[in-house]
């Protein structure tokens, strides 16, 4: 069951192969599917939240967690708070896909990697 849930999560976030709601709603009927898309949802909303921390240049406390846990900390801009992420190793692999949640990991992005392996082949 876990590991259909992270397919599920990892098909809905593919920009490339978008999963629609709507076209496969026979799939997102059961509960397990339905924290699919709570899931999806949270972190893309960390993504916009790193986005704009990245551009400010304002890095997140991370905090590493037994079994590839990740705990993040980030300032909100506006208020005087703070937002506390816990995500799971597989969401942590999920978000460090995305530029912003690679940057806030300190994981190189895929453009670092293939711009590394060109340097190696030289």
Do not use: C
């Not at 079994?67 to 801009?77: F, N, S, T």
């Not at 392996?117 to 030289?122: D, L």
């Amino acid at each position: 069951m876990r590991e259909f849930l992270y397919r599920l999560v990892q098909r809905l976030h593919d920009e490339a192969r978008p999963l629609s709601r709507n076209k496969h709603f026979h799939t997102f009927a059961d509960r397990g599917s339905r924290r699919a898309l709570r899931i999806d949802l949270h972190l893309r909303d960390l993504e916009e939240h790193l986005a704009e921390l990245r551009e400010r240049g304002e890095p997140p406390r991370v905090r590493h967690l037994a079994g590839g846990a990740v705990q993040l900390v980030l300032r909100h801009r506006e208020l005087a708070m703070v937002r506390t992420a816990t995500l799971t190793a597989e969401e942590a692999r999920l978000l460090a896909r995305h530029p912003a949640g690679a940057w806030a990991l300190d994981l190189p992005t895929g453009e670092q990697v293939s711009a590394a392996a060109v340097r190696k082949g030289q």
